[in-house]
């Protein structure tokens, strides 16, 4: 079974392959932590509102987007159970995923660098910091430019 997964302690993505029934298929299990995410709100918005858990989903919905144009076939709600005790800490987190059939070329290198990439931009458009997160690094150095970023104030 393939894997491909970035995690750290802010947020992670992991897909992995499968066959269920004889199909093939692949589950999206992802994650934001919003216990650590939420000093970088400095109080502007509340839990409800924050903008992070909202780009968690619309990561998602643009994974399904990128699903259907390669001719597969998003389910949501039907891979839970296949995601628990992903997180890679106890503290706080939302989370999202997804159940791909029929996935052809996608790949779940594809799907986790499209992920990352998608929620990078996102948390580099609510940070009040001119300082801004690469996307192209390993989660451990991503995991480094995001504490400063939110360290409570």
Not at 20 to 44: A, H, K, Q, W
Not at 87 to 112: Q, Y
Not at 130 to 137: F, G, I, N, R, T
């Amino acid at each position: 079974m393939k894997t491909s997964e970035f995690k750290n302690d802010y947020l992670y993505f992991v897909v992995k392959a499968d066959n269920v029934d004889g199909r093939e298929v692949l589950t999206y299990c992802s994650g934001i932590n919003v216990t650590r995410f939420l000093p970088m709100m400095r109080g502007r918005l509340g839990l409800g509102s924050n903008p992070l858990v909202s780009g968690l989903q619309l990561v998602k919905y643009d994974i399904c987007t990128l699903a259907h144009s390669r001719g597969a076939v998003p389910n949501d709600h039907h891979s839970r159970k296949a995601c628990a005790g992903t997180a890679p800490t106890s503290e706080g987190w939302f989370t999202e995923t997804l159940l791909i059939e029929n996935p052809g070329s996608l790949s779940p290198e594809e799907i986790v660098s499209f992920a990352v990439k998608g929620m990078i931009r996102r948390i580099n458009a609510t940070s009040l910091s001119v300082s801004k997160v690469p996307y192209d690094l390993p989660p451990a150095e991503i995991q480094r430019h995001l504490e400063p970023l939110c360290a409570a104030a």
